[in-house]
C-alpha cells in the first residue's frame, strides 16, 4: 500500500523531467529557424535568442534534477517566451513580404506583439520570487504573487486585442490589429495601465528576494549570494552601456562599432543569471563568494557615481567653455581627465563604505579586539571575562557554536549563535 504512491511520485518526477526536455528541445528547434530565417536574409545572428537560450537549458538541467522545484519551471517558461515566437515573427514576415503564400500572417503579427510581456514578467518576477527553493518567502507574499500574475494576463490580452494600427516596433505600424476588438477601446487605457504594473511588481518582487537574503543562514544563503552576484553584474554592465550612449549623444557624435560590440557583450551578460542560478540549485556544496560580491557592490556604485560625475562635468564644462571653443571635445576630455583622477579615491571611499554597511563585523573586528584587550586589563571577575570572550568570539568569527572550558572543575560554558542572532539584526 506505501509502495503504490511512491511509484506514482517517480513517475510524476520522470514525467516533469521527461516534458523539461521536450520544451528544451522545443526552444532549440525554434531558436534555429529564427537564426537560419535571418542568416538567409542576411541580417546576421541573432544574439538574443543566442543568449537567452541558457534559460531553458539550465531549465531542462534543473527540472532533471529536482522536478518539484519550480524555478527550473520557469526558466523554461522564460525560455519558451523568448524563443517560439520567433516561429511567429517568421510566419509573419515571410507572409507579408510574400502576399498570398500563407494564410493570414497578419494573425501571426497579432499574436507576436504581446508575447514580450510573459519573457520579461516571468523573469523579473516569479524567478525572483520563487528562488532558490521554489516556494515563497512568507505566505503574505501571495498577494504579490497574484498580482504579479494579474498583470502579466491583463497586459498580454490588452496588447493582443487592442483595437487600431500595431505599434513602431512591429515593423508594420501601417496595419491593424486583426484581433482588435472595437468594443474595449473606451477601455483599452485602463487595461493598458497595468503595463505599469509590471515594474512596480519587479520591484516588489526584488524587495521579497531581500527579505528573504535577510533571514537565510548556511546553504540558502549562498544560493541567494550567487543570484545576487550575477544580477549586479547584468544591472552594472547595463549601467556603463547607457551612460556611454548618453555621453556620445550630449558629445553629438556618432555610435561607433565598439558600441555594437559592447552591446552584443551586455546582452551575453544575461546569459550570467540562468548560470548562476543553475549553480546555485544544482551544486551540493557552494563556493562563498563574498569577495566577488564584495567587488560587484564597490565597483557598481563606484561606476554609477563615477558615470553621474562624467556627465554632470561634460554638461557643466559644455555650458562654460561653449561661448569660448564653440565645440564639446575639450569639455570631454577634460572631464574624463578629472574622472581619472578621482577613480582611486573613490574606489577607496566606496570600499570602506561598503565594509562598513555590508560587512560590520570584519570592518569592526580590529577595533573590537582592541577594546577586549583594554577590558582584559581591568576585568578581575572571571566569569564576566568568561562572557565577554565567548561573546566576543561569536561576534567576530560568527561560529556555530562557542566553548570554553576552564582548569579546576568549572563547568563549559557555551553560547549558540544562533540565539545570539536572533537578538542581533543580521547583516544586509
Known amino acids: ?31 534555429a529557424a529564427g537564426l537560419a ?5 542576411g541580417e546576421g545572428v541573432d544574439i538574443v535568442l543566442v543568449a537567452m537560450l541558457s534559460f531553458p ?37 515571410y507572409g507579408l513580404s510574400h502576399p498570398g503564400t500563407l494564410p493570414r500572417p497578419d494573425i501571426a503579427l497579432a499574436l507576436n506583439e504581446p508575447t514580450w510581456v510573459p519573457a520579461v514578467g516571468l523573469m523579473g518576477t516569479f524567478l525572483i520570487l520563487l528562488f ?10 501571495r498577494k504579490l504573487a497574484w498580482l504579479s500574475a494579474a498583470a502579466m494576463t491583463v497586459s498580454f490580452l490588452a496588447i493582443l486585442f487592442a483595437p487600431g494600427n500595431f505599434g513602431v516596433e512591429s515593423g ?19 487595461a493598458f495601465s497595468a503595463i505599469a504594473l509590471i515594474p512596480i511588481c519587479i520591484l516588489g518582487c526584488a524587495a521579497g528576494l531581500i527579505q528573504r537574503f535577510r533571514h537565510a543562514h548556511g546553504h540558502e544563503r549562498l544560493q541567494l549570494k550567487w543570484l545576487a552576484a550575477a544580477g549586479g553584474v547584468v544591472a552594472s554592465a547595463y549601467l556603463v552601456v547607457m551612460a556611454t550612449a548618453f555621453s556620445q549623444l550630449i558629445a553629438g557624435r556618432e555610435p561607433t562599432v565598439w558600441n555594437d560590440v559592447i552591446g552584443e557583450i551586455i546582452i551575453f551578460s544575461f546569459v550570467l543569471i540562468p548560470v548562476a542560478i543553475g549553480v546555485a540549485i544544482l551544486r551540493h556544496r557552494l563556493y562563498d563568494i563574498d569577495l566577488i560580491i564584495n567587488r560587484a557592490l564597490v565597483y557598481g556604485l563606484l561606476t554609477a557615481g563615477l558615470t553621474i560625475a562624467y556627465l554632470v562635468m561634460v554638461t557643466l564644462f559644455q555650458n562654460v567653455l561653449r561661448p569660448v571653443t564653440g565645440q564639446s571635445e575639450l569639455a570631454v576630455a577634460g572631464s574624463t581627465l578629472a574622472v581619472a583622477a578621482l577613480f582611486r579615491p573613490s574606489r577607496l571611499r566606496t570600499q570602506a563604505f561598503i ?73 544586509q
Open 57 to 93: 537549458v539550465v531549465g531542462a538541467l534543473v527540472v532533471s534534477r529536482e522536478p518539484l522545484n519550480a524555478v527550473g519551471r520557469i526558466l523554461l517558461g522564460v525560455g519558451l517566451a523568448w524563443s517560439l515566437p520567433s516561429l511567429l515573427g517568421i510566419y509573419a514576415e
Open 132 to 141: 532558490p527553493d521554489g516556494h515563497l518567502p512568507s505566505p503574505r507574499w
Open 1 to 31: 500500500m506505501v509502495a503504490e504512491p511512491v511509484e506514482g511520485a517517480q513517475r510524476d518526477k520522470r514525467g516533469l523531467a521527461l516534458l523539461g526536455w521536450m520544451s528544451l528541445g522545443a526552444c532549440v528547434l525554434a531558436t
Open 172 to 190: 508594420h505600424p501601417e496595419m491593424e490589429n486583426p484581433l482588435g476588438i472595437e468594443g474595449l477601446r473606451p477601455f483599452i487605457g485602463a
Open 355 to 427: 565594509d562598513r554597511r555590508f560587512y560590520r563585523t570584519k570592518y569592526d573586528a580590529e577595533h573590537t579586539l582592541e577594546t577586549f584587550s583594554a577590558k582584559l586589563r581591568d576585568e578581575i571577575d572571571l566569569d564576566a571575562l568568561s562572557r565577554e570572550l565567548v561573546a566576543l568570539v561569536a561576534d567576530v568569527m560568527e561560529p556555530r557554536q562557542v566553548s570554553l572550558w576552564l582548569r579546576e572543575s568549572r563547568e563549559p560554558l557555551s553560547t549558540q549563535v544562533t540565539s545570539w542572532r536572533s537578538r542581533r539584526p543580521e547583516p
Open 37 to 41: 530565417y535571418s542568416l538567409s536574409l
